[in-house]
């Protein structure tokens, strides 16, 4: 008897509750007492339990529903994304210069992403095209961007102007350095804080790599 009164008072709530899910039959075995279940309503009234259990499969569902959702539209999304990237791996494998280069480039990056300018500085000599050719200015460039990671953030509006032309209202921009050191590929947007330095820059760094094996050719 001793033995059993202790039972009783080290039961807790939690107890009751690991008893629950593991017998999820154990009202069918005393449905008298589900008439005495109090299960509060959050406007204050009582309900029953099945109404209980209803409204939360309703919310369940919904919430399911929801995530469904979420997984088709980013599906959708990484469709349209794959489709524009493969057409513009496509269209800088087609081009015939440099310029159709950064032509193909600022379309598709416009198209993907809204970016205002996209823009290619060379290290080499070039009639039609932007380019860095004193050492000390292209080492300066090299040791700022990095051979690892894009850079994404602001710059002054002096450097701004090295990477696109006369194009004044570039807020911030993301930048990488081209393979073999060939130059700069840039993107960017008049929105202050569209590039940050946070941002994840694979897909820039995939484009870089299409840009450069493509000039390795048309230089």
Known sequence: ??????????????????????????????????????????????????????????????????????????????????????????????????EEVEQSLQQAMTALYGVDHACITLFVPASTMQAVTEVEMQEQLVRHFGRKQAFCGQLSDDQMELFFHDNTQVGSMAACLLRNDLGILALGHKDDDYFKSNMDTLFLDYVSEIVSRRLDILL
């Open 1 to 98: 008897m001793e033995n059993l009164k202790q039972d009783k008072k080290s039961l807790n709530e939690r107890d009751v509750a690991a008893f629950l899910k593991q017998r999820p039959d154990f009202f069918r075995h005393y449905p008298e007492i589900v008439a005495q279940l109090d299960v509060p309503h959050e406007t204050g009234a009582t309900v029953s339990l099945v109404e209980y259990q209803s409204k939360i499969l309703r919310e369940k569902n919904n919430e399911l529903h929801e995530r469904l959702q979420d997984l088709v539209n980013n599906a959708r999304r990484n469709d349209r994304l794959f489709e524009q990237t493969r057409q513009l791996t496509l269209d800088l494998l087609d081009a015939q210069s440099i």
